[in-house]
């Protein structure tokens, strides 16, 4: 694209722009941040849609916003009750560093938002993308806000990788000034929907005059995921169950707690009760639950303890093992406490 945006011509970025956003009003989905111009729900949309599929954020989004329905209450909460809210989405450093940002906003800002992608960028955990995200969304800043989606958009419209302008560049010289979040949002939901990374619709597509590769881009494949195998123990006592916490200085799920780890030494020829399917990223876990006693498991009781389900609910819990305590009460080893 040259011009005002690389190869085409002002009269066409205007076409082009009003086509996206036409087919976007009549096309977007019904997502539940997109309803209004709430700083705070857009906030908590972007973060948790980093690296998360938008099935995945909808539940998660419903019940955070249920539990800290403003950045006060997000702020005053300890770190725990808010990873717990967070166990299953992953990447819990986001939990993390929103929390912190909360706090600077009613500290240091005295609840008021930023209205700036520049100022957003000053707190925790805010990014180059997500800082525009929110600042073109909520307060109508002309600001590109280029994601994964919006980046393979771009690539095949130009045809090319940069074209000798950078992405963002790109993305500042497409956006519409007058409507830059709608705008924003439009190009992100095209290329979830329509101009996806291997079955692109493009015979769909609002962009195909302008499109100078129609699909043909080539991506790389996928690379072959890797497989692993994770034992873990269920102890149980009555209604309660052996639950550990992982070292504060862990390098992921720091501070969280799930299942003992078993040594294959410790299994005795055991059968498992559970094989659980569990994927992160790049790799797929086949999960083998094994039946055991709390003798020679537990590693200090600071770190081991015994919770009932209505104290396990209320943990940090990490996204397998919310997974294996949801299995073991639907498969009735243990009663259900709501029942």
């Given at each position: 694209?040259g011009?005002?945006?690389?190869d085409?011509?002002?009269?066409?970025?205007?076409?082009?722009?009003?086509?996206?956003?036409?087919?976007?009003?009549?096309?977007?989905?019904?997502?539940?941040?997109?309803?209004?111009?709430?700083?705070y729900?857009?906030?908590?949309?972007?973060?948790?849609?980093?690296?998360?599929?938008?099935?995945?954020?909808?539940?998660?989004?419903?019940?955070?916003?249920?539990?800290?329905?403003?950045?006060?209450?997000?702020?005053a909460?300890h770190?725990?009750?808010?990873?717990?809210?967070?166990?299953?989405?992953?990447?819990?450093?986001?939990?993390?560093?929103?929390?912190?940002?909360a706090k600077?906003?009613?500290?240091?800002?005295?609840g008021k938002?930023?209205?700036?992608?520049?100022?957003?960028?000053?707190?925790?955990?805010i990014?180059?993308?997500t800082?525009?995200?929110?600042?073109?969304?909520?307060?109508?800043?002309?600001a590109?806000?280029?994601?994964?989606?919006l980046?393979?958009?771009?690539?095949?419209?130009?045809g090319?990788?940069?074209?000798?302008?950078?992405?963002?560049q790109?993305?500042?010289?497409?956006?519409?000034?007058?409507?830059p979040?709608?705008?924003?949002?439009?190009?992100?939901?095209?290329?979830?929907?329509?101009?996806?990374?291997?079955?692109?619709?493009?015979?769909?597509?609002?962009?195909?005059?302008?499109?100078?590769s129609?699909?043909?881009?080539?991506?790389k494949?996928?690379?072959?995921?890797?497989?692993?195998?994770?034992?873990?123990?269920?102890?149980?006592?009555?209604?309660?169950v052996?639950?550990t916490r992982?070292?504060?200085?862990?390098?992921?799920?720091?501070?969280?707690?799930?299942?003992?780890?078993?040594?294959?030494?410790?299994?005795?020829?055991?059968?498992?009760?559970?094989?659980?399917?569990?994927?992160?990223?790049?790799t797929?876990?086949?999960?083998l639950?094994?039946?055991?006693a709390s003798?020679g498991?537990?590693?200090g009781?600071?770190?081991?303890?015994?919770?009932s389900?209505?104290?396990?609910?209320?943990?940090?819990?990490?996204?397998?093992?919310?997974?294996?305590?949801?299995w073991?009460?639907?498969?009735?080893?243990?009663?259900?406490?709501s029942?």
């Amino acid at each position: 694209m040259g011009g005002s945006a690389g190869d085409l011509s002002s009269v066409s970025v205007k076409w082009l722009r009003r086509a996206l956003l036409s087919w976007y009003d009549q096309n977007k989905r019904d997502l539940p941040w997109r309803r209004n111009a709430d700083p705070y729900r857009i906030w908590v949309s972007e973060i948790m849609l980093q690296q998360t599929r938008v099935a995945a954020v909808l539940d998660h989004y419903a019940r955070f916003l249920q539990r800290f329905p403003t950045v006060r209450k997000l702020a005053a909460a300890h770190e725990s009750s808010v990873l717990a809210v967070w166990s299953g989405l992953g990447y819990y450093h986001r939990a993390r560093r929103m929390r912190l940002a909360a706090k600077e906003i009613m500290r240091r800002r005295g609840g008021k938002f930023p209205q700036t992608a520049e100022e957003w960028r000053k707190l925790p955990g805010i990014g180059r993308y997500t800082a525009a995200a929110i600042a073109s969304m909520a307060f109508g800043e002309p600001a590109a806000a280029v994601d994964g989606n919006l980046k393979r958009v771009l690539s095949r419209l130009s045809g090319h990788a940069d074209g000798g302008l950078t992405t963002w560049q790109r993305a500042e010289a497409l956006l519409d000034h007058k409507c830059p979040g709608d705008f924003n949002q439009a190009m992100m939901e095209l290329g979830a929907t329509i101009c996806t990374p291997r079955s692109p619709k493009c015979l769909l597509c609002p962009l195909n005059r302008w499109c100078e590769s129609r699909g043909a881009t080539a991506f790389k494949p996928a690379g072959a995921r890797k497989q692993k195998q994770l034992r873990y123990a269920l102890v149980r006592r009555g209604r309660n169950v052996l639950l550990t916490r992982r070292p504060e200085d862990a390098s992921l799920m720091a501070a969280m707690w799930e299942l003992p780890a078993l040594p294959e030494a410790q299994r005795n020829g055991c059968k498992p009760l559970a094989r659980l399917r569990h994927s992160i990223t790049d790799t797929d876990y086949t999960v083998l639950i094994f039946p055991a006693a709390s003798d020679g498991l537990r590693n200090g009781e600071r770190n081991t303890r015994w919770f009932s389900q209505k104290r396990w609910e209320q943990l940090p819990l990490t996204g397998l093992t919310r997974k294996v305590l949801s299995w073991v009460i639907e498969s009735g080893m243990i009663s259900n406490e709501s029942n």
